[in-house]
């Protein structure tokens, strides 16, 4: 018999809290659907970030009922126990199992949602869901919908009004616990010592895969479940390719190694990138660029504070990238008749950072009612601004070309400023200098 591994209390409270915002109305949340190769082939599997926050549950084909105030308040679809599936594919704790040990109300088999379904929510006035996300369910749901709508008969209610569960759910985990805190920092403190390694690895001659096994071997054996991403290893000029993920090209002498990679742990993710000289000196032309990206980070990151506009953060990396652009003489002109025409974003294509946590790009509202959001305490996010010049711009100088840099660090909001969760991995030129290839 498995047993969970976390702590039910903390599910409970999550909707506990959740729960004073929907009196009256009901949560359905689904799990991920199961990713199934030909001949049966399955893909790891990853929960539902959000059916994960709420219960702590991880198998497939499961469905969650949260009505607060009602009873049973928490109801959960699951499998069924199957001992010979289990053979095949692993243990299952079936309905009885999921009230025992995850303490959930009442359990019902999947194959029962669409009967049990309409009675939980011909009781509530509005349900929250997440609809275009898993076509099944989606067509489950809309069965259920329909019965609900056939017993209200002819009281006028119809069908149930349908609210946007990623926002409720995503506003609950933008601010971290310290629980959530605990956990990300042990992500960001794995992922920043597996690019320490990756960094005393590298030299010219090893490939592009080598290194991206040498991140992952790191990531495992520090208690990390998987990483949080695909891995991003790009040499030379495949650094200029923002998501490049082929990884399967000889690390050379001369050239930059931009590595983007961050380990999960218990559903947290860090999110780092770094980029330093496969041969462990910078020649001059690639410092001049990577100093300048150096210099756009920290000043943002010391620019944070309770109360700054998200926004704020993205428009100071773009006129200070601009800048940049306009020394290093990759453009010329007006400064802000280039942002006017957004000319930058031919070397700096995107924006300066996301929201970081249970998914790297991690939910929560970037804007409410119209209007950019101010930071709070608590609130995790990447700081990563980057200079992308590809080796066949012939509008760029020479001595720039096939030259990409990327510096991304995972920041905290505190009472006053920041905590910098990603520092153990180096950023400064004399630090990574003296660390890649001493291994």
Known sequence: MRKPIYDMSIFAERRRKIGQEIQGGA????????????????????????????????????????????????????????????????FRYGPEGCEREFKIEKCYPIDEFEKVAPQLLKEVDRVYYRQFKNKEVDERMQTVLETVKALQGRTGYGLLTIHDADT???????????????????????SAQAHLAAMRFTRPGVNERQVQAVLA?????????????????????????????????????????????????????????????????????????????????????????????????????????????????LLSGRKEDLIQALAQKKYYPHGIGHWLGMDVHDSGLYFKKGEPRPLEANMCFTVEPGLYIPADDTS????????????????????????????????????????????
Request: hydrophobic share 35%.
């Open 168 to 190: 409720l759910i995503g506003e609950h985990r933008l601010v971290k616990s310290e629980y959530e805190l605990t956990q990300l920092r042990e992500a960001c403190e794995i």
């Open 27 to 90: 949560l359905v949340v689904a799990a991920h659907p199961e990713l199934i190769r030909n001949h049966d082939v399955h893909f790891p599997y990853r929960q539902d970030s959000n059916l994960f926050y709420l219960t702590g549950w991880e198998e497939p084909d499961s469905i969650l009922i949260y009505r607060p105030g009602l009873k049973p308040e928490t109801v959960m679809f699951t499998r069924r126990k199957d001992v010979e599936r289990e053979t095949w594919d692993g």
């Open 396 to 439: 760029a100088p020479q001595k720039y070309r096939g030259i990409g840099i990327r510096i991304e660090d995972n920041i905290r909001v505190t009472s006053h400023g920041t905590e910098n969760m990603t520092t153990s991995v180096p950023k400064e030129i004399s630090d990574i200098e003296k660390v890649v290839g001493k291994n």
């Open 217 to 329: 071997h790191h990531f495992y054996m520090k208690g990390s479940a998987r990483e949080g991403y695909g891995f991003i290893v790009a040499s030379g000029n495949s650094a200029t390719t923002l998501h490049y993920n082929f990884n399967d090209q000889v690390c050379k002498d001369g050239d930059l190694l931009l590595i983007d990679a961050g380990a999960e742990y218990n559903y947290y993710t860090g999110d780092i990138t770094r980029t330093y000289p496969v041969n462990g000196k910078f020649t001059d032309e690639q410092a001049r660029v990577y100093e300048a990206v150096l210099k756009v980070q920290k000043a943002i990151i010391d620019f944070i504070k309770p109360g700054v506009v998200f926004k704020e953060l993205h428009d100071m990396g773009t006129s200070m990238l601009t800048d940049a652009m306009l020394e290093l003489g």
